[in-house]
């Protein structure tokens, strides 16, 4: 059965292969992927096997060595369909945080804010406050400061707009996640900027 470290493992794999076009995964050990992620070396090992077992992960032969790949449409219809049961959203109290969801700036262009509290992953050294959402595992907020991949970022807090959004803000996310899971050109933008981040206000939904 599969864990939340082990959704934040695939969505790592799948930025890593996206951004490098797949050539990077050849040279990717476990013991990195542990690094970025914050975790280590038997999570990653292990779910990676729950991910292979669960066929979100396939073998590929690659240079003499077999590297696993993200398999996308199961991948995509895990995300999308799966994730938001399995690993449910539990808005918890007003903190300090890392914004995500319908309020992280991937939204800006689809989404007004308003003056509700946002949803944030409590972190203390985040730039923003709003409503607590925890994140799909514990070591994300320290990943995302501590190792900035812009694309890793935007997949997480749209599987979170997916978990705790509205139809509209669902739909709007999906349409997203598909693009960036079957690899829309990315742009590496190096370093997050969090405090660009914290200046968006508070949500008025839409529906």
């Not at 292990?46 to 292979?52: C, E, F, P, V």
């Amino acid at each position: 059965m599969l864990k939340p470290q082990d959704i934040v493992i695939l969505l790592k794999i799948l930025s890593i292969m996206t951004l490098s076009k797949g050539h990077s995964l050849e040279e990717l050990t476990q013991s990195e992927l542990a690094r970025l992620l914050c975790m280590s070396q038997s999570e990653v090992n292990a779910g990676i096997k729950r991910l292979a077992g669960s066929g979100l992960l396939g073998p590929v032969q690659r240079s003499n060595r077999l590297i696993y790949v993200p398999i996308k449409a199961a991948v995509e219809e895990c995300l999308i369909s799966a994730v938001k049961y399995f690993i449910p959203a539990l808005p918890g109290a007003y903190t300090r945080g890392i914004v995500t969801g319908y309020a992280a700036p991937i939204f800006e262009k689809h989404i007004v804010l308003g003056n509700d509290p946002v949803p944030v992953w409590p972190w203390g050294e985040g730039h923003q406050r709003g409503m607590a959402l925890e994140p799909l595992y514990s070591s994300v907020p320290q990943s995302i400061t501590k190792h900035p991949d812009p694309l890793f970022y935007e997949m997480l807090v749209l599987i979170d707009a997916i978990r705790i959004g509205r139809a509209r803000e669902r739909n709007i996310a999906i349409k997203l996640l598909k693009e960036k899971i079957h690899g829309e050109q990315q742009k590496n933008k190096g370093n997050l900027e969090f405090g660009a981040i914290a200046t968006r206000g508070a949500k008025a939904r839409q529906s």
